[in-house]
């Protein structure tokens, strides 16, 4: 009897046919699925590995988890009672980047609630440093064990203060900025290479009315320059100690997205940044959940469009590759998931995080993936079976 091939199994098996040798390696070193969960907190919101320690680490909203590559939990950190978003990993000084947010805001208010408390928290961004090498055990203190430090963001909290005004009225949070979410190491945009910043990504409100909303706001800072800010966390006296401003500001115009990017990741090899968001649903927007932006291409100074109140900013360029809107010129990827964690491993391979929730809590499975066909003008990942 004859077997009849599917083309997504064929593309599956024509993908895995054309791995680079160094990819093939990577498959013996890197499992295809890592289990993790289920926590009794909130959904998973990033991941992270550390390449040559083979360390993997998942941020639960509240929750900070360490596990080997086979998934068995090295240790955790607990405490939170904001909102612990994307992570990455500095190989340059050995620890776990994290965005933290403290808000009064449906998401702010939603955690506390699941969390029980009657904590009230002042409206503060920070990144929180995690030095996991001190991760041992779980349930480790965030506040009392020594192991995290913050760093606080004055731009962002000026942006989600402030009060604009465009044609229909006035509006609350600037650009629409609902606080942070992605963060990534990589060069400044437009270089190939040298020196690393982190990139931190706006959330963004989705409100249909407002025209101000359709940008993905992306800052880079030096980190290098950010031990003299660095304080433990006091959930109780939120510091304030942080950059007066970044290093650049930069603009990717994508149509509005519901929370803006949720997931970042810098692809070295491709010189690409992926961000990964939930849909937007203005219907003026072909609302894709993946997009690129080219690191290679300089920032333009140019118009923002429906932002009468910014003169000229740094605008990038989605790369040139993918599903392109005919009425918007958008670029991207209709991609099931992302938005929960991305982690670039190197030579085309990644992990994607793939959530799920049961009555035990929410749980992930850690997915290994190929970058594939990126000479075409639609190059996709596919899941190593």
């Avoid at 991941?47 to 998942?58: F, L, P």
């Avoid at 982690?343 to 970058?371: C, D, V, W």
Wanted: charged share 20%.
């Amino acid at each position: 009897m004859r077997k009849i091939i599917s083309l997504a199994t064929l593309a599956l098996l024509l993908a895995t046919a054309t791995l680079t040798a160094s990819a093939q390696e990577m498959m013996h070193i890197y499992p295809k699925t890592i289990k993790s969960g289920p926590f009794n907190t909130g959904h998973i919101q990033g991941i992270a590995v550390d390449t040559e320690k083979g360390y993997v680490y998942y941020s639960y909203t509240t929750i900070l988890v360490k596990t080997d590559l086979q998934g068995n939990i090295i240790g955790s950190v607990t405490g939170l009672l904001g909102h612990l978003g994307d992570l990455d990993f500095n190989p340059q000084d050995g620890r776990v980047y994290g965005s933290l947010e403290y808000k009064n805001d449906a998401i702010g208010k939603g955690i506390l609630k699941a969390e029980k408390s009657s904590f009230k928290p002042n409206n503060a961004f920070y990144i929180a440093i995690f030095d996991v090498d001190r991760i041992t055990r779980e349930g480790m203190s965030a506040e009392k064990d020594g192991i995290m430090t913050t760093v606080h963001l004055s731009t962002v909290v000026d942006d989600y203060l402030a009060t604009i005004e465009l044609e229909n009225g006035k509006w609350e949070h600037r650009l629409g900025c609902s606080g942070i979410d992605g963060v990534a190491f990589g060069p400044k945009f437009g270089k190939k290479g040298g020196k690393q910043f982190l990139t931190v990504t706006y959330g963004i409100y989705s409100d249909h009315k407002r025209s101000d909303n359709d940008y993905q706001v992306l800052l880079q800072y030096d980190v290098k320059k950010w031990k003299k800010y660095e304080h433990p966390l006091s959930q109780e006296n939120m510091h304030r100690e942080g950059p007066a401003r970044p290093s650049g500001e930069y603009f990717a115009y994508t149509g509005n997205t519901n929370y803006g990017v949720q997931n970042i990741e810098y692809d070295e090899d491709l010189k690409v940044w992926w961000l990964a968001v939930y849909a937007g649903s203005k219907p003026q927007f072909p609302n894709y959940n993946l997009f690129a932006i080219d690191g290679t291409v300089k920032p333009k100074k140019d118009a923002l469009k429906g932002v009468p109140y910014i003169d000229k900013a740094n605008v990038l360029t989605l790369w040139d590759k993918g599903e392109q809107d005919s009425k918007t010129g958008i670029r991207g990827w209709r991609f099931g998931v992302g938005s929960t964690g991305i982690a670039y491993l190197g030579k085309g391979m990644y992990y994607f995080s793939h959530n799920y929730a049961t009555k035990q809590g929410q749980g992930s499975n850690i997915r290994l993936y190929n970058i594939s066909g990126v000479d075409s003008s639609t190059p996709m990942f596919y899941q190593m079976k």
